[in-house]
């Protein structure tokens, strides 16, 4: 992925993740916080063996992302319930998603034209 594309997916993600958490731009989380979009855009690149993220797998990045966010102060929990509420955290970040990134990668495969050019003459 070109650092354009990188920038383009971490912006529009960041974006996101201020409006739900009503975070500021200027919050000092805004730094660990594209880290953790970074790190979801790798976890995918690698999953799918892919060397660029599609516009269709931001709102999986965003997820990851915001499951990150959540858990950020539960490193190594598996489960915490606090004043009725339980959270419970799956053992790999895109656990929840492999349904979805199998399909995409599923639509890869049956793309028989996949890194390769054609020309017609």
């Known amino acids: 992925m070109s650092e354009t594309q990188d920038n383009t997916v971490i912006d529009a993600v960041l974006s996101n993740i201020e409006v739900i958490n009503d975070i500021q731009t200027d919050d ?60 419970t955290f799956s053992d790999t970040d895109l656990s929840p998603y492999f349904d979805l990134l199998n399909q995409y990668k599923d639509g890869l495969e049956e793309n028989d034209h996949r890194g390769s050019v054609m020309t017609f003459d």
Request: charged share 30%; proline share 3%.
């Open 28 to 87: 000092p989380r805004i730094p660990r916080i594209k880290i953790y979009i970074e790190n979801a855009i790798d976890e995918i690149k690698l999953y799918l063996d892919i060397d660029d993220i599609d516009s269709k797998l931001t709102v999986i990045v965003q997820k990851v992302t915001q499951n990150a966010v959540t858990k950020e102060n539960y490193e190594g929990t598996k489960s915490i319930t606090e004043e009725g509420m339980s959270l």
